[in-house]
């Protein structure tokens, strides 16, 4: 659940900082994307969802611009994204205690993703949540499993517990 809203500006000073700390230019649509996912604090938001809120700013970006952005800000490691339910892709900021997205070993990432199927929810999950089940589809198969990028699905907590 998000907090209360911080000031515009605050958001846009702390995406700075994390722009100039991952050695990337500081640009307005960079700042007014990695504002809107810092927004969502720690919720994961879809492309769609962060262009809207770049669209409301005074500063909005075309939409070319704000995917391209997303990209880039995922292949620099400041973003993560994960692949859920309908073709969507989420996006949120990587863990600055976990080192950057291209540090992240794929079969061990630093957490995993489930996307409730009744409400849409997201919900970080333990890297270890899946035990040795990478090891055992290497062996079995020779596929190297990569779980960091897709949400496992089924129920959260609140629709599991409703009849």
């Known amino acids: 659940m998000a907090s209360p809203a911080a000031p515009p500006g605050a958001l846009d000073e ?3 900082a994390l722009l100039r700390a991952a050695g990337q230019r500081v640009t307005k649509p960079r700042v007014a994307v990695l ?3 810092l927004a969502a604090d720690g919720d994961h938001l879809s492309a769609e969802e962060i262009l809207s809120q770049v669209a409301a700013r ?3 970006a075309h939409r ?3 995917y391209r952005t997303l990209d880039g800000l995922a292949d620099a490691g400041v973003l993560l994204h994960v692949h859920l339910d309908r073709g969507l892709t989420a996006y949120h900021l990587v863990d600055p205690h ?3 997205a291209a540090d992240h070993d ?3 990432p630093a957490h995993l993703h489930a996307q409730c199927v009744s ?3 997201v919900v970080d999950l333990p890297s270890d949540v899946l035990g040795d089940t990478a090891d055992r589809v290497r062996r079995a198969s020779g596929f190297a499993l990569d779980a960091s990028h897709v949400a496992l699905s089924g129920r959260c907590a609140d629709c599991a517990a409703q009849p």
Do not use: F, I, L
């Open 14 to 16: 702390r995406a700075e």
């Open 35 to 37: 504002a809107s996912v």
């Open 58 to 60: 005074s500063d909005g």
């Open 64 to 66: 070319a611009t704000v």
């Open 98 to 100: 976990a080192g950057s």
């Open 106 to 108: 794929h079969e061990h």
């Open 119 to 121: 409400c849409g929810r």
